[in-house]
């Protein structure tokens, strides 16, 4: 017990000088910079090529969803969860070792064996299917549901927008990937650095004021003529549609797919969202409600 208290208490330390690398330029593999850029770049997409022509460049929302992105991406890892995480991380390891295995020995294979295109694209294509069903299951599930309606309280969408979440989406996304992450070894870091940055552009995407849908790569990849209609108020089907979070793929495989028309006017939310929290606070206690004076 002593042993996982020393980790979680470590964790912190060695988050906070890794977040102090990333201000001061010290880590190659930038994610706090890169955050910002890609940001920047949809946001000024968004200023030029507006797809609702009347929607403010400031929209309503748009500080809150700032906050979020810094949140949810960096001080929520400060707060708790790489503190979490490594105790986690080393409890599962010890339970392993009494039975006998490790890491190493339950993967099913290392693609640091394979070409490095190969191995990148196992990472890509692994963890977003896992992704996309753990989308569904927030939909499906009422006690994660009520987490998820923080993201779908959004009321316009904007680039910001993508990292309005819960903070149990993050616990809940993070741990049901572990295992299929853990059974695929050889991952670099250069391989998840790559992959974040690459759906965290996609994501920003989805969610700006871009009228765009990539043609005949539509099929593939998510974007914000399809996405839209996730965010719709009135739905056909009960659960949702268009979960894929980088690739449509899997809603077209899986036939979840729905982009009756265009969706640029369409109203956003869910079924009794004016009640919804409106602030950072309330939102990320919810469904703990605090009593107003």
Request: a neutral charge; hydrophobic letters at 50%; zero cysteines.
């Amino acid at each position: 017990m002593e042993n996982y208290l020393d980790i979680f208490l470590k964790s912190y330390s060695e988050y906070w000088n890794y977040f102090l690398n990333l201000i001061y330029f010290r880590e190659i593999e930038n994610y706090f910079y890169g955050l910002i850029a890609i940001s920047l770049i949809v946001w000024i997409l968004e200023i030029l090529f507006p797809w609702r022509k009347n929607q403010a460049i400031f929209r309503k929302d748009f500080w809150l969803d700032t906050f979020y992105m810094f949140f949810n991406f960096f001080i929520f890892n400060l707060i708790l969860f790489t503190a979490l995480s490594n105790t986690t991380a080393a409890f599962f390891n010890d339970i392993l070792g009494v039975i006998g295995l490790s890491i190493e020995s339950i993967q099913l294979f290392n693609v640091s064996a394979l070409p490095a295109w190969a191995g990148l694209l196992i990472f890509f294509v692994v963890s977003d299917f896992v992704q996309w069903n753990t989308h569904r299951l927030l939909h499906r599930v009422d006690f994660l549901w009520n987490f998820h309606k923080v993201h779908h309280s959004v009321k316009e969408m904007g680039f910001a927008a993508h990292l309005r979440y819960h903070w149990m989406e993050t616990v809940v996304y993070k741990s049901l990937l572990y295992i299929p992450i853990a059974l695929i070894g050889g991952f670099s870091v250069q391989n998840v650095a790559f992959v974040y940055f690459f759906t965290i552009s996609v994501g920003h995407l989805n969610h700006a004021n871009l009228g765009w849908d990539y043609g005949f790569l539509k099929y593939i990849f998510n974007n914000p003529k399809m996405h839209i209609w996730h965010h719709s108020k009135k739905l056909p089907r009960k659960y949702g549609v268009n979960f894929g979070l980088t690739l449509s793929i899997w809603d077209y495989l899986f036939r979840t797919n729905y982009i009756p028309k265009s969706g640029r006017d369409i109203e956003l939310g869910f079924a009794n969202d004016e009640t919804f929290p409106q602030d950072f606070l309330q939102q990320e206690i919810y469904p703990i409600k605090l009593k107003k004076d």
